[in-house]
């Protein structure tokens, strides 16, 4: 039975509804809701059923296409949690957001969880296992059709660190995750539903991020959609270091949304952000500068999309 509560709707932002309905066109806007007490970024403040599911709301109102559900930390050296934990801390605020409409993806590395939220009402898997995925996530989403967020990563949040060593970091990413993918679509996976992560910060040192930015071209030119995840993360703090001391993470939202607006630019299909507001107006910015008309698109009105359409998640 859900803890959480189900948000009134004559006042709840209206959501996608589902992946399918996600407008084309233009880059997405996807907002990280952390249901974790160790999270780098925003160190628990959205750890409750309720919290969370006020901060996803909030999110879709400031303009977030996806909500990123996790339950489980990946930053470097943080503590592994037992998959029931996980599933205990987010289904109730999936089945809460699915409730209002939301387009969720599930950030876990467990297929258990992964299935668990796709019938509580999540539509996206988005799996940071990298080369380590197991055969059964790769059955689960092929059985499911579900789409599958393909981050390219080395080694665990433990051991990752030490594995950053490349010929070419743009080339090898790329080699590694159409291996993988390839894996996915020999499973049964539809390959347009597969999108393509190159990890950024996972195995990657500060110059490696830079580069596979600066080489998003090759990995669009796959045919995947591409999602860009570089909110906060470690080398933007080193680039905003002062005294040789990195910017805190929650100061380097203004070089993450220039990285979205650029990412917009290059062609990304979405951005993963935690503050959602500045990097909707970076990538409406670049769009604009584009000639993407209309450049920002909002469930219901804007996008000619029904309210009943937006009311309920399609699994």
């Known amino acids: ?79 592994r949690i037992p998959p029931a934990e996980e599933r205990r801390r987010i289904l109730p605020v999936v089945e809460a957001l699915a409730a209002a409409g939301a387009v969720l993806s599930v950030d876990t590395l467990h297929a258990g969880t992964a299935e668990a939220a796709l019938d509580a009402g999540a539509h996206v898997v988005n799996d940071v296992s990298g080369l380590s995925v197991g055969q059964d996530m790769i059955d689960l989403v092929a059985r499911r059709q579900a789409p599958y967020v393909l981050m390219h990563a080395r080694g665990t949040p433990d051991t990752m660190d030490g594995l950053a060593g490349y010929d070419d970091v743009v080339g ?13 679509v020999d499973a049964g ?23 596979l930015l600066r080489g998003l071209h090759r990995l669009t030119a796959t045919g995947h959609r591409v999602l860009v995840g570089a909110s906060r993360k470690r080398f933007l703090g080193a680039l905003l270091e002062q005294d040789g001391t990195p910017r ?16 917009a630019h290059a062609g ?4 993963r952000v935690h503050d959602v507001r500045p990097s909707a107006d970076a990538v409406a910015a670049a769009h604009a500068w584009l000639g993407v008309e209309p450049a920002v698109l909002r469930p219901g009105a804007d996008a000619g999309v029904p309210p009943a359409a937006a009311s309920g998640a399609d699994r």
């Open 1 to 79: 039975m859900s803890t959480a509560p189900r948000p009134d709707s004559e006042h709840r932002p209206a959501g996608w509804g589902s992946f399918e309905n996600l407008p084309t066109g233009r880059t997405l806007v996807m907002g990280v809701l952390n249901v974790t007490p160790d999270s780098f970024s925003d160190g628990g403040a959205h750890s409750g059923p309720e919290a969370a599911v006020a901060h996803g709301l909030r999110m879709m109102a400031d303009g977030a296409d996806i909500v990123d559900v996790g339950g489980e930390s990946t930053r470097p050296g943080s503590e």
């Open 172 to 184: 090898d990413v790329l080699g590694e995750l159409e291996g993988l993918r390839d894996r996915l």
């Open 189 to 211: 996976l539809a390959p347009e539903r597969i999108v393509l992560d190159p990890g950024l910060g996972f195995a990657k040192r500060g110059a490696q991020n830079w580069e």
């Open 248 to 263: 805190p993470a929650t100061g380097r939202d203004t070089a993450t949304a220039a990285v979205s607006a650029l990412s």
């Open 268 to 271: 990304a299909w979405c951005v």
